[in-house]
């Protein structure tokens, strides 16, 4: 038996201008750079990942941020909101924090047990702040001034918009997660145990279309797989499924596997290891460009095809 999926690994989303997500990421929510590195299959573009002070699973949103992308259009077969986990004390900290800076921030009022805080990043990524008595410990980035008792935890979890339940719901069983509630047309779904990022939500919206991926887009959410062993296990599970999984592929941070939920989402299975410190020291994560071995002959001109950005820091 592979190892139990416990949660998100990470979610990948679609920006335009690069400082700008830069800035809101760090500067507003206060996450961590954790990588500043390039699309592994169009080196022309960055690749953001931000997270907690060490990038741990389950705390990873990462952006292909293309300067002149045109914005998505959100419909079905989408992940259409990610959801940060915070303690329910922390609610009224965030929303002072992101009206504040500019940040439209509305509250949704309770979901199931938890509070929810509705805004969106300035490509209209649609985000929630859901504050819950179950929030653990944050591993705090060192460049943050949020105070550690309010920081982003890592992901609480993500709605996926589609046009029907049956087959979405049947990979999520066979993924593991089991349906925990229901409200209206939101149905909750959870991995055994707590960890980061362990809540799916499938909202069931048949009367919209499909919807047009662009800046504001999540592109794909990635689930954990404790290592390649597991992965490798996984892999079969969906193999004997009519899902098409793609082979492993490297990721240098992460080894991944990729389907297609029948409703349209793409899913990825990420290994935990080897992590973010591969190829630079914790202390200074993001604050170089980091390529993959096969491109570092070409770094120069790698760099030179990139839009100049600049790290701010508030410590
Ligand atoms: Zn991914």
């Given at each position: 038996m592979a190892k139990p999926i416990v949660g998100l690994h990470h979610v990948t989303a679609i920006a335009s201008d690069p400082q700008r997500n830069l800035d809101f990421y760090t500067q507003v929510l206060g996450l961590r750079f954790v990588k500043r590195t390039i699309n592994f299959d169009d080196p022309g573009s960055y690749h953001f990942y931000f997270g907690d002070d060490v990038g741990s699973p389950g705390t990873i949103l990462t952006f292909f941020p293309w300067p002149h992308a045109t914005r998505g259009s959100l419909g079905v077969g989408e992940t259409s909101e990610t959801a940060f986990s915070v303690p329910l004390a922390s609610m009224e900290f965030w929303e002072n924090r992101l009206l504040a800076a500019g940040v439209p921030a509305e509250r949704a009022g309770q979901r199931f047990e938890e509070e929810v805080l509705s805004f969106a990043d300035p490509d209209g990524l649609r985000l929630e702040i859901v504050g819950h008595a179950g929030a653990g410990f944050a591993k705090v980035p060192r460049t943050s001034d949020v105070p550690a008792e309010h920081a982003v935890r890592g992901f609480f979890?993500?709605?996926?918009?589609?046009?029907?339940?049956?087959?979405?719901?049947?990979?999520?069983?066979?993924?593991?997660?089991?349906?925990?509630?229901?409200?209206?047309?939101?149905?909750?779904?959870?991995?055994?145990?707590?960890?980061?990022?362990?809540?799916?939500?499938?909202?069931?919206?048949?009367?919209?279309?499909?919807?047009r991926m662009g800046a504001g887009s999540v592109h794909h959410i990635a689930f954990r797989a404790a290592d390649d062993a597991s992965q490798l296990e996984w892999r079969e599970v969906i193999a004997a499924t009519s899902l098409n999984v793609t082979p492993v592929l490297?990721?240098?941070?992460?080894?991944?596997?990729?389907?297609?939920?029948?409703?349209?989402?793409?899913?990825?299975?990420?290994?935990?290891?080897?992590?973010?410190?591969?190829?630079?020291?914790?202390?200074?994560?993001?604050?170089?460009?980091?390529?993959?071995?096969?491109?570092?002959?070409?770094?120069?001109?790698?760099?030179?095809?990139?839009?100049?950005?600049?790290l701010h820091h508030h410590k």
């Amino acid at each position: 038996m592979a190892k139990p999926i416990v949660g998100l690994h990470h979610v990948t989303a679609i920006a335009s201008d690069p400082q700008r997500n830069l800035d809101f990421y760090t500067q507003v929510l206060g996450l961590r750079f954790v990588k500043r590195t390039i699309n592994f299959d169009d080196p022309g573009s960055y690749h953001f990942y931000f997270g907690d002070d060490v990038g741990s699973p389950g705390t990873i949103l990462t952006f292909f941020p293309w300067p002149h992308a045109t914005r998505g259009s959100l419909g079905v077969g989408e992940t259409s909101e990610t959801a940060f986990s915070v303690p329910l004390a922390s609610m009224e900290f965030w929303e002072n924090r992101l009206l504040a800076a500019g940040v439209p921030a509305e509250r949704a009022g309770q979901r199931f047990e938890e509070e929810v805080l509705s805004f969106a990043d300035p490509d209209g990524l649609r985000l929630e702040i859901v504050g819950h008595a179950g929030a653990g410990f944050a591993k705090v980035p060192r460049t943050s001034d949020v105070p550690a008792e309010h920081a982003v935890r890592g992901f609480f979890g993500v709605t996926l918009c589609e046009g029907g339940y049956e087959s979405t719901v049947d990979v999520l069983t066979i993924l593991g997660l089991r349906k925990i509630g229901e409200h209206g047309a939101r149905f909750r779904f959870a991995a055994e145990g707590n960890a980061l990022g362990n809540y799916i939500d499938v909202l069931v919206q048949p009367q919209l279309t499909y919807g047009r991926m662009g800046a504001g887009s999540v592109h794909h959410i990635a689930f954990r797989a404790a290592d390649d062993a597991s992965q490798l296990e996984w892999r079969e599970v969906i193999a004997a499924t009519s899902l098409n999984v793609t082979p492993v592929l490297d990721r240098t941070y992460f080894h991944s596997i990729y389907f297609r939920e029948p409703g349209g989402v793409l899913f990825e299975i990420a290994t935990d290891p080897p992590g973010f410190a591969l190829d630079e020291p914790v202390e200074s994560l993001g604050e170089t460009l980091k390529l993959p071995p096969w491109l570092e002959p070409q770094r120069s001109r790698v760099e030179r095809a990139l839009p100049a950005i600049e790290l701010h820091h508030h410590k």
